[in-house]
């Protein structure tokens, strides 16, 4: 009967985990949403100061 106890306890600890991880997975994806905004916007940035001095230039 003990062996019963083990195993739901091996379960929850297991599901812990899981947990635990996909947690940390939650909080790395929002970090790298966050970061890919940022560069985005980076980007855009740039690109219409080349876009203004490819207008100034005639181009």
Known sequence: MSWIYVAVALG????????????????????????VRRASAQLTAARETLRARNGANGN
Do not use: D, H, I, Q
């Not at 929850?12 to 970061?35: D, F, I, N, P, Y």
């Open 12 to 35: 929850v600890a297991g599901l812990t985990v899981l947990a635990v991880v996909t947690a940390r997975v939650l909080v790395a994806t929002r970090r790298l949403s966050a970061e």
